[in-house]
């Protein structure tokens, strides 16, 4: 059974893997307005990479 921390990693992989899928989009989107949509949810995705990297790197076992 998993652990909260291994929940957490998990989390973060996921969440690089949407971050990667999500710039691999926005080379090959073609309308404006696609476009604009999807660099706003990498900027969210970004953020969150960055937020559950610093929860894992202060979890406390």
Excluded at 12 to 23: G, P, R, T, V, W
Excluded at 45 to 57: D, G, R, T
Aim: aromatic share 6%; glycine share 0%.
């Amino acid at each position: 059974m998993k652990n909260s921390k291994d929940e957490l990693k998990d989390a973060f992989d996921q969440l690089q893997s949407a971050q990667s899928c999500l710039n691999h989009a926005l080379k090959t989107v073609e309308k404006q307005n696609n476009k604009h949509q999807i660099e706003n949810t990498i900027t969210y995705v970004k953020e969150a990479v960055f937020a559950a990297s610093n929860a894992l790197a202060n979890y406390q076992d």
